[in-house]
């Protein structure tokens, strides 16, 4: 069984920065690849971003490229999304996911990933 543990979610101005962390409690096959979605306040959870640890080339959604970052730290054995210029419509909570797919790119559908983690709030004023 794998446990994943977010932190980093808060309050934050538009404009604004957030860095979320994810740790799995152990480095198995089921956490190949691991990825955050969010689901806002009266909507369907979504895919935001997602990475290989083998290192393969991240993955991300259109509506945050340019502006998060994935990326995950092996000594560690943490997975961080950097938010930079957040805006309202990023206010959800978000959710840090695990993955047994070894594919060059990470998955990006909910249906894909195994584990998942509590969620954090992350709420983005205006």
């Known amino acids: 069984q794998v446990q994943l543990v977010e932190s980093g979610g808060g309050l934050v101005q538009a404009g604004g920065s957030l860095l979320l962390s994810c740790a799995p409690t152990?480095?198995?096959?089921?956490?190949?690849?691991m990825g955050w979605f969010r689901q806002g306040p009266g909507s369907e959870r979504e895919f935001v971003a997602a990475?290989?640890?083998?290192?393969?080339?991240?993955a991300y959604a259109d509506f945050v490229k340019g502006r998060f970052t994935i990326s995950r730290d092996s000594a560690k054995n943490t997975m961080y999304l950097q938010m930079n210029s957040l805006k309202p419509e990023d206010t959800s909570v978000y959710y840090c996911?695990?993955?047994?797919?070894?594919?060059?790119?990470?998955?990006?559908?909910?249906?894909?990933?195994?584990?998942w983690g509590q969620g954090t709030q992350v709420t983005v004023s205006s």
């Open positions: 996911a695990a993955s047994p797919r070894t594919d060059y790119y990470p998955p990006s559908r909910q249906i894909e990933y195994a584990y």
């Open positions: 152990g480095r198995t096959k089921s956490t190949a690849a």
């Open positions: 990475i290989t640890w083998s290192g393969g080339e991240p």
